[in-house]
């Protein structure tokens, strides 16, 4: 069988293709380990100096600007075919009046509201703001004490401020802006990139457009994304696993969605249970166990992983909800799924549960609830720390604080958040990233080639992929 691996871009004027392609060098073409270099290479049958790879037609996105990229077998598994969810076409238009109102919303807001680590850059936000305003406004003054170069420096300084939000702010931070914001002007957009998003990922699980089943051609897909392609893609796999939760059949034996619901229930010290070796490694170790039987049971839902790259969900109280308050209120009532899964009580088994039953009695079938994904769907988070707002990535940090399980004033999180950018060691304590690490999640340093040490990210990256398939 084969796997399936998705890539979700982030914000800006992305070219199609471009991201997928540098992505399946680093994870791919370059990875010496994959296949033994004893293997001839199958595209020349010469010596091999990297892994061979082949663009064909992507019938599933529906565009004839994207390709899948096929390669080749892995010893004990079948090929690995990438694809590109590409969204960034259905953001064009994007005006100041799109921007303007989040960017009201990011300013004026109480302090108390700002994300522990966001503070400097709000500040420097409102500072930048102020200033530009004020020069503006002075320019125009009239007054016999000004020189010609007053007018003629407002009226520069104002088409360099122009250039700048056409350039960066509407084309890049305008994405963000349409996206997370669910006004009026928006609602369309997003619901758009949903749907495509959704329909891509149920057209790889077998699911035909008019909801029909029919057998897959992987056996395992993996959803990696970057920037705010990670909102995007977070958002596509809860509508994609709320719309399949419908079709699942539960059997009357599952042990292993019980043992996850113990397992979840002695993480966060609930209903009597007690912790008992409670460890990230463990949690999921269950998910893959729970991911067997649930396919097991006829589910089409094959995706094993969510990879996030500089994801600015870590910031989800500022961008997804009023305040962290409305962000957890939001969980507890499923709109945004938590790893672990959101627990309910159920007044049969005196005991909360992340599913449901469909008969009357204790013992009877249960169902996963529409936002339990991540009880079956393993999340790496990746991110590269941020010092003085540029160094590092100001974006990107922990989701374990935002997504986590959190019942009665104690929290699990089953989310692998991983530091890169720099390697975290003794030896590189306090060392200060490189300057914006935003885009350099899968980027080598210059010069580097095959048979050289791999940075210490990009291995993070592959083994986040697992593409040898080691369980």
């Given amino acids: 069988m084969k796997q399936a691996v998705v890539v979700i871009h982030g914000m800006g004027e992305q070219i199609p293709m471009d991201t997928i392609m540098s992505f399946t060098e680093a994870a791919w073409v370059t990875d010496n380990t994959l296949i033994g270099a004893g293997r001839p290479d199958s595209s020349t049958g010469k010596a091999r100096t990297s892994n061979a790879i082949w663009f064909k037609p992507d019938e599933q996105s529906h565009s004839f600007e994207l390709r899948r990229i096929a390669t080749e077998s892995v010893p004990g598994h079948g090929s690995t075919h990438f694809y590109e969810f590409y969204w960034a076409n259905l953001m064009e238009g ?29 500040c420097m936000l409102w500072l930048v703001t102020i200033v530009a305003g004020l020069a503006f406004v002075l320019s125009l003054i009239p007054s016999e004490d000004k020189a010609w170069y007053w007018y003629v420096s407002g009226g520069l300084g104002s088409m360099v401020l122009a250039y700048l939000v056409n350039t960066y702010l509407l084309k890049y931070f305008g994405d963000v802006a349409r996206y997370v914001k669910a006004s009026p002007p928006n609602v369309a957009r997003r619901q758009e990139i949903r749907e495509k998003g959704v329909a891509l990922l149920q057209g790889l699980m077998g699911i035909d457009p008019d909801g029909s089943m029919k057998a897959s051609q992987y056996d395992r897909i993996v959803v990696v994304a970057h920037s705010l392609g990670t909102i995007v893609a977070y958002d596509v796999l809860s509508h994609c696993f709320a719309r399949l939760n419908r079709k699942m059949k539960p059997s009357q034996t599952q042990p292993e969605l019980v ?56 910031h989800a109280e500022f961008l997804m909800a009023y305040d962290k308050e409305d962000l957890r209120k939001q969980q507890e009532r499923r709109v945004q799924p938590t790893c672990p899964p959101t627990l309910e009580y159920d007044a049969t088994t005196k005991k909360r549960h992340f599913s449901y039953r469909t008969e009357d009695g204790a013992t009877a ?26 160094w590092g990535d100001i974006i990107s940090g922990r989701l374990g604080g935002q997504f986590d399980l959190t019942v009665e004033n104690k929290s699990f999180s089953g989310i692998d958040d991983i530091v890169v950018l720099p390697e975290p060691s003794p030896a590189k304590k306090g060392v200060w990233p490189p300057f914006f690490t935003h885009t350099k999640y899968w980027a080598f340093p210059p010069n580097w080639k095959v048979g050289d040490v791999v940075p210490y990210h990009i291995g993070v990256l592959r083994n986040a992929l697992n593409l040898k398939r080691q369980p």
């Fill in 94 to 122: 994007t005006t100041f009046e799109h921007f303007g109102a989040w960017l009201k919303d990011l300013l004026l807001r109480s302090p108390r509201r700002v994300p522990q680590g966001l503070g400097w850059a709000w």
């Fill in 259 to 314: 043992a996850m619901e113990e397992f979840v229930r002695k993480a966060v010290g609930i209903d009597g249970a007690q912790p008992d070796e409670i460890t990230l490694e463990r949690y999921r170790e269950q998910q893959s166990r729970c991911l067997a039987e649930l396919r097991e049971q006829g589910s089409p839902w094959i995706i094993s992983d969510f990879v996030t790259l500089g994801s600015p969900l870590s």
């Fill in 365 to 390: 079938p249960r169902t996963p609830h529409h936002a339990s994904l991540f009880a079956f769907t393993k999340w790496t988070n990746i991110y590269s720390p941020h010092r003085a707002i540029l």
